[in-house]
């Protein structure tokens, strides 16, 4: 069965503190790995997706890697406003579209 | 200009009751489809629905029904409501194919009382 497991399940960092917050996965074939956020009360945002090993992606202060059996989203110089929960997805072969996400890393970043 | 909306965002009903919850996309996109996030905060996949055909079902409990009456619109009806169907219900469209992005509704919290 496809599975994706984040870690940690949450994670306080002080503002400017960088980290990584971790996505590891066991699927039958991999289309596709996405990053979402999710602020309290509204729908989770997308943010990355990444297809293959050694692929990476930045935007602002984060930035996707992907290897084979894992992803990492590395949080530099984390601000307030980065405080969310951050899902991660991934898309796998077979012909159906559906996502399978991971329970989330609940991030929050103090002043 | 919401992309993708969901009515209501709040549902509050007893436990027997049918319910209804809407959704609209001004995206273009081909492909809806509704999640379902529990209390521990876990999205799964209820159904899908491309361009008006249902394509992917879920393990759901068959008092859950969606309807797409064009490719802009996928509604779910909910007969019969449990306590255990208390939880955040997300919409969200893609526009299909690998690596699509699903762009989400900001979701409709139910409370079956």
């Known amino acids: 069965e496809d599975q994706v497991t984040q870690s940690p399940e949450a994670l306080r960092l002080q503002e400017g503190e960088s980290s990584s917050l971790n996505c590891s996965y066991t699927v039958s074939g991999l289309r596709g790995l996405f990053w979402y956020r999710q602020d309290p009360g509204k729908g989770p945002e997308f943010l990355f997706t990444?297809?293959?090993a050694g692929e990476e992606k930045e935007k602002e202060r984060l930035k996707a890697t992907l290897t084979k059996k894992e992803s990492f989203l590395h949080i530099t110089a984390p601000k307030p406003e980065d405080s969310a929960t951050y899902l991660c997805?991934?898309?796998?072969?077979?012909?159906?579209?559906?996502?399978?996400f991971g329970k989330g890393t609940k991030l929050t970043v103090n002043p | 200009d919401t992309a993708v909306s969901q009515t209501p965002k709040y549902l509050v009903t007893q436990m027997g009751n049918d319910k209804s919850i809407k959704c609209e996309q001004n995206?273009?996109?081909?492909?809806m489809y509704w999640y379902k996030q529990d209390s521990k905060k876990f999205l799964k996949i209820m159904f899908s629905y491309n361009n008006k055909e249902l394509i992917i079902n879920e393990t759901v409990p068959n008092r859950f029904s969606p309807k797409s009456p064009d490719k802009a619109h996928l509604n779910l009806h909910i007969n019969s409501l449990e306590l255990g169907d208390s939880a955040v219900y997300f919409c969200?469209?893609?526009?299909?194919?690998?690596?699509?992005?699903?762009?989400f509704g900001n979701g409709t919290r139910l409370t079956v009382t």
């Open positions: 995206l273009g996109h081909d492909t």
């Open positions: 997805a991934v898309q796998v072969t077979g012909g159906s579209e559906k996502l399978v």
């Open positions: 990444l297809y293959s």
């Open positions: 969200a469209s893609s526009q299909g194919g690998q690596g699509s992005p699903l762009h």
